[in-house]
């Protein structure tokens, strides 16, 4: 069954934690998005990839750090700078011009 | 930076009306446009996509209209359903800007009565 793997589903923060979304796509797709969406917004990039062992930075990039040692794998940290990290997050992969999308993981701060 | 934003922020239809979602674009240089649909909780779904080069393109119940001459993009949906109830959104690849970006509108929010 392939397709692209977000977990948690749920995830808690705890303040000045450091957690990790996960990411994986069995698609084999080059590039790789990571998105962050608040209620009523639309999707802002924080970070993509568009081969392994490369990435760069979205336009909300300041608080989270990304990884790509392989790639089916583009896991997303969320660091303690982040100050307001409440928000669904989703991750997508692309294949021609489409970008494809998994079911995110909902972050809230205890 | 590109904008890419809606006209209507909600939409409600009757079940098997027609639904017209619209989306203006800043960016004249934009050469592809996709739409998505999103259901409460879950990721968004490619629903149909229209290059530059082309006014009109349908699919399955869905047609997507691009004005260039305007930079407006509309979604028709022909007789909408309950399960079409979802947010949908444009957006736009800004061409000139980093390859493989995609630039989202804050979406419409479509809601089906029976």
């Known amino acids: 069954d392939g397709g692209i793997t977000q977990s948690p589903k749920y995830l808690f923060r705890k303040e000045g934690q450091n957690v990790t979304l996960s990411c994986e796509q069995n698609?084999?797709?080059?590039?790789m998005y990571w998105y962050r969406q608040d209620p009523g917004q639309g999707l802002r990039l924080i970070y993509y990839?568009?081969?392994?062992?490369?990435?760069q930075k979205g336009d909300i990039a300041e608080g989270y750090s990304v990884s790509r040692e392989k790639k089916e794998s583009f896991p997303l940290t969320v660091t303690s700078a982040q100050k307001n990290p409440t928000a669904f997050y989703l991750c997508?992969?692309?294949?021609?011009?489409?970008?494809?999308f998994g079911a995110g993981t909902r972050l809230s701060v205890l | 930076g590109e904008s890419v934003g809606l006209h209507l922020p909600t939409l409600s239809v009757q079940e098997g009306d027609n639904s017209i979602i619209n989306c203006a674009y800043s960016?004249?240089?934009?050469?592809?446009f996709i739409w998505y649909k999103q259901e409460s909780g879950k990721g968004p779904q490619f629903i149909i996509d229209?290059?530059?080069?082309?006014d009109k393109r349908q699919g399955q119940r869905v047609t997507v209209l691009l004005n260039k001459t305007v930079k407006h993009l509309s979604l028709q949906i022909a007789a909408t359903q309950p399960g079409d109830s979802a947010v949908y959104f444009c957006?736009?690849?800004?061409?000139?800007?980093?390859?493989?970006?995609?630039?989202f509108g804050r979406g419409t929010q479509l809601t089906v009565w029976p």
């Open positions: 960016n004249s240089a934009s050469d592809y």
């Open positions: 990839s568009q081969i392994v062992n490369d990435f």
């Open positions: 229209i290059r530059s080069n082309m």
């Open positions: 698609l084999n797709h080059d590039a």
């Open positions: 957006a736009e690849n800004g061409r000139g800007s980093t390859l493989g970006r995609l630039y």
């Open positions: 997508a992969s692309k294949e021609d011009r489409i970008q494809y």
